[in-house]
């Protein structure tokens, strides 16, 4: 049975740098064509995918934010990670990770809301 | 990037058969994917490259079209279909999503 698991600050100010961490059982990313994404929704909104990183380390980010995104794996522990740099208010949203083979999304974490308020 | 543009919302009675639109902006081959969003829940992956059944997900859905033109079709729509459905390529760089269409139930 696959499933992941985000978890994240809840709440943090401007400026600050967000970070996610997304825990996951049922697979491996050191499998061949393994990978995770990251996809987040504001309220009532459409979903952005953010990022995906691959089994071999190769790292895919949407280009719209490339400059404050930086995913990261622990393959020995089961997790992903996202960085976002300078979050501002656009950045309130439930974020979510999912495992990703050749960019389908086939099994979604329940989310972590961030907000970013001063 | 590549835009894919649904209707809004729809409206169907039980039972019957309903079709949900996607069309991209340029051509994403096959991989063509679809997504069911319930309130307060995350997405499930429904269908993937255009017509391939997600494991567990019923044989009332199934997915048509390739290139621009894509089709989510539930037949028959039941009561627990009542959510949002969102399609999304992963052809072209960066993933996109379409904006969702609404089911609703008469």
């Known amino acids: 049975q696959v499933t992941l698991k985000e978890s994240g600050p809840g709440i943090l100010q401007p400026s600050q740098t967000l970070s996610l961490t997304c825990t996951f059982s049922?697979?491996?990313?050191?499998?061949?064509?393994?990978?995770v994404g990251w996809i987040r929704q504001p309220s009532g909104k459409g979903l952005e995918w953010l990022a995906n990183?691959?089994?071999?380390?190769?790292?895919y980010y949407n280009p719209s934010l490339k400059n404050r995104l930086t995913i990261s794996k622990d393959t020995s522990n089961n997790q992903a990670f996202l960085k976002i740099t300078n979050v501002d208010t656009a950045d309130t949203a439930t974020y979510y990770c999912?495992?990703?083979?050749?960019?389908?999304?086939?099994?979604w974490g329940q989310g972590a809301s961030v907000t970013v308020s001063s | 990037d590549t835009v894919l543009t649904q209707s809004p919302a729809l409206a169907v009675s039980p039972g019957e058969r309903v079709s949900i639109s996607c069309r991209a902006s340029?051509?994403?081959?096959?991989?063509m994917h679809w997504y069911q969003q319930k309130p307060g829940q995350q997405p499930k992956l429904l269908i993937y490259?255009?017509?391939n059944l997600a494991s567990g997900v019923p044989a009332r859905f199934s997915g048509s079209g390739s290139g621009t033109d894509f089709t989510l079709t539930i037949d028959p729509v039941e009561a627990d279909d009542t959510a949002t459905y969102f399609c999304?390529?992963?052809?072209?760089?960066?993933?996109?999503f379409g904006a969702g269409t609404k089911l609703e139930l008469k």
């Open positions: 490259k255009a017509s």
């Open positions: 999304q390529q992963s052809w072209n760089d960066p993933y996109t």
């Open positions: 990183i691959w089994w071999d380390d190769d790292k």
């Open positions: 999912a495992r990703s083979t050749e960019g389908v999304m086939d099994a």
């Open positions: 340029e051509g994403v081959n096959s991989y």
């Open positions: 049922g697979f491996s990313l050191s499998t061949y064509g393994m990978g």
